[in-house]
């Protein structure tokens, strides 16, 4: 299950992942992601918040989640991953290799710090 928020007018998704996503989960995001960047050139920031990585549901839900990826990642500037998770490290290597924005971790406390890393010019 993914929950999310976009903040507008920064330009800031809020990305909740609490349970195994689905298919259904980035069909919802890619409708509100698509509506926001018709008026604006891109997402200044992601916020990726997760105690721990909860897969996928499926194949479908995996796929859905790579080529939202595919179809988004150069119209992000930053990805905060907020986790304590002992995976960290794999899903920044991971969100490095598979965009061109900035990525940064921070531990689930640093939240506001995370959020205000994605607000700075």
């Known amino acids: 299950m993914l929950t999310f ?3 507008q007018p920064e330009g800031i998704l809020r990305l909740h992942p609490s349970g195994p996503l689905t298919e259904a989960d980035f069909a919802r ?3 509100e992601v698509d509506a926001y960047l018709l008026g604006h050139a891109r997402l200044h920031g992601v916020l ?3 105690a721990d990585f909860p897969g996928w549901e499926n194949w479908a839900g995996l ?3 790579m080529h939202f990826v595919h179809d988004h990642h150069k119209q992000v500037e ?3 991953l907020v986790t304590d998770s002992a995976v960290a490290g794999l899903a920044e290597f991971l969100a490095r290799h ?3 924005a900035e990525v ?3 531990a689930l406390a640093e939240e506001r710090q995370a959020l205000q890393w ?3 010019d």
């Open 98 to 100: 598979f965009s061109s």
């Open 104 to 106: 940064r971790r921070f």
């Open 118 to 120: 994605l607000q700075a």
């Open 5 to 7: 928020t976009l903040m």
């Open 48 to 50: 990726v918040r997760a």
């Open 78 to 80: 930053r990805i905060a």
């Open 29 to 31: 995001l890619r409708a």
């Open 63 to 65: 796929s859905a989640h």
